[in-house]
Structures are given as structure tokens and as C-alpha cells.
């Protein structure tokens, strides 16, 4: 069982950064795909960024150039370094982990959701 706790969300004016961080806990052995998720208010959830064993990585397209995944990889946290917000960035922020070693958004890849931290971008 994995159990993942995001922070650092927070309120910022456009053009600021923030730096999210998912904490995590338990046996991560059968994992090997960590991604950041992100849903706005009457939105479906979308993928924004992912990292698998290897290090290889993959970002949406409106975050491109702008935000960073990147994973400790002693303790498996996983981080999102965000510059250049803008206030369509607004959302709730989910990290996730995975059983499969390829760089998608699938959402039916990822076996395990933290609960969210809520990122708002103002203009």
C-alpha cells in the first residue's frame, strides 16, 4: 500500500511560482510512473507532468516550459516546481502513483491518488 500527501499550494499573482511537494509512505517497490494531476472547478481532471523509472519525463502541453517534475529518488517524494503561473493554472493539484513504467495521463494507470492541494493563480 502506498499512501501520498501533497502540500504547498497556496494563492500567488500571475507570473509567480510555487513549488508543490507529495510526500511518500509505504512499500513504492511495484511502482514506476509518479504524475501530477490537476483539476479546476468544473473541469475534468488532466494530467500536467510525469516521471518514470529513468527519469524520463512528460508534460502536458500548456505547462510545457514552465513547470517541473522532478523525484527524490531516496524517499520517492515527488515535486512539481511551478514558474510563470497564470491564472488558468488554478486548480486543485493531485500527485499519483502508477504500476507501469510509461509516460502517460491515463488516469486507469494509476493505482494510487493523494488527497490534493489547492493552487490559485490571480491576475
Known amino acids: 500500500q502506498v499512501q501520498l500527501v501533497e502540500s504547498g499550494g497556496d494563492s500567488v499573482q500571475a507570473g509567480g511560482s510555487l513549488r508543490l511537494s507529495c510526500v511518500v509512505f509505504g512499500d513504492t517497490s511495484s511502482v514506476y510512473s509518479w504524475a501530477w494531476f490537476r483539476q479546476a472547478p468544473g473541469k475534468e481532471r488532466e494530467g500536467v507532468a510525469v516521471i518514470v523509472s529513468g527519469g524520463s519525463t512528460s508534460y502536458a502541453y500548456s505547462v510545457k516550459g514552465r513547470f517541473t517534475i522532478s523525484q527524490d529518488n531516496v524517499k520517492n517524494n515527488l515535486y512539481l516546481q511551478m514558474n510563470s503561473l497564470k491564472p488558468e493554472d488554478t486548480a486543485m493539484y493531485y500527485c499519483?502513483?502508477?504500476?507501469?513504467?510509461?509516460?502517460?495521463?491515463?488516469?486507469?494507470?494509476?493505482?494510487?491518488w493523494g488527497q490534493g492541494t489547492q493552487v490559485t493563480v490571480s491576475s
Open positions: 499519483a502513483a502508477g504500476f507501469w513504467a510509461t509516460r502517460t495521463f491515463a488516469q486507469a494507470q494509476y493505482r494510487y
